[in-house]
């Protein structure tokens, strides 16, 4: 940590209440800030229904996943394994397409249950994958990651293609917060809950990326807290793919960006690893929407594209030391 650091905290915090402020003066209705004082009827239903939900809802995701992406690298002991790496986010989607398939006129509660199931299964089936491989390369275990996850992507198409139902995956195939409204995104408060678990339990997944014998040596259950943080993974995979589609890159990019520049001490990082997330992805979102306006593009293309390049760079900054 260095000596800014006190003062990048309060920043960051600042920036984004500045930004989640102007977020909600962008959009297809002209809203515009210099009437705050005089918004009609209107105005203010658009505000209540549409632009809070929504700006609540990328504030969630994109601190759910980034926190997300921090505790399975710690997990992995791997800085490029993430839930898009890793077939977690293309598990959630199999399962919410099985869930349609097997329980179509279930509750969301009981497609997310079967979602949330199908997600872990795949988290630990991956896991105990790659602590079979002995050549354990920094770019070896994420790339069976992303085969994995096209193998389970390719089945969920085969299903999709089976019943008719193409249309209803590709909606989560690509991240887009356009159509949250209020009593549609609810369903992410669960994801609340699991950033005070990670909170709580952020020495203990520290300790777990020094890795199994240092965990055992020190008295950690390192069996427990890995289980423990697969679950918080899948839940919030589960919530943001089930409101909003997948967002792929945002737990990889933001995590390392935080290591790099504050270390992996989690009790440190995971609010900068929050922080940084939120501001990300809501920086995406306003970028999507302002691009070809009156129209916008899903905010899976933009985090698509400029985590994309962040990820070559990091990559790039780190492949020497494979």
């Not at 009981?110 to 896991?127: D, Y």
Request: glycine share 6%; net charge positive; with cysteine.
């Amino acid at each position: 940590m260095t000596k800014n650091s006190f003062y990048i905290k309060p920043f960051l915090l600042f920036a984004l209440i500045i930004l989640a402020f102007f977020s909600v003066f962008i959009g297809v209705r002209d809203i515009s800030l210099s009437d705050i004082h005089q918004l009609n009827e209107d105005d203010m239903l658009v505000i209540a229904v549409s632009r809070i939900p929504r700006l609540i809802s990328i504030l969630i995701a994109g601190i759910g996943m980034s926190i997300s992406g921090l505790i399975v690298q710690q997990i992995a002991l791997n800085k490029f394994v993430s839930p898009t790496t890793m077939g977690t986010l293309d598990a959630t989607k199999l399962g919410i397409l099985l869930s349609i398939i097997i329980f179509p006129s279930a509750s969301m509660f009981t497609k997310m249950g079967f979602s949330f199931t199908i997600a872990l299964l795949a988290s630990i089936i991956f896991l105990k994958t790659a602590s079979q491989i002995k050549y354990r390369s920094l770019i070896f275990v994420p790339l069976i990651g992303i085969v994995f996850g096209n193998i389970i992507s390719a089945i969920a198409t085969y299903f999709a293609y089976k019943y008719n139902i193409v249309q209803n995956m590709e909606s989560w195939l690509i991240g887009d917060f356009s159509y949250i409204i209020k009593g549609n995104y609810e369903i992410l408060y669960l994801a609340i809950p699991v950033v005070i678990i990670s909170y709580i339990y952020a020495n203990k997944f520290t300790i777990v990326g020094l890795g199994e014998d240092t965990a055992k040596s020190l008295g950690l259950n390192h069996k427990q807290i890995v289980y423990l943080g697969l679950l918080l993974i899948s839940i919030t995979a589960t919530v943001v793919v089930l409101t909003a589609g997948v967002i792929p890159f945002l737990g990889l990019i933001i995590p390392n960006i935080v290591s790099l520049l504050f270390g992996d001490n989690l009790k440190k990082t995971l609010p900068y690893t929050a922080l940084l997330g939120a501001i990300f992805l809501l920086i995406c979102d306003m970028i999507s929407r302002v691009v070809i306006y009156p129209y916008e593009i899903p905010i899976g293309l933009t985090v698509s594209i400029i985590g994309g390049i962040i990820f070559l760079i990091l990559v790039l900054k780190k492949v020497k030391y494979v």
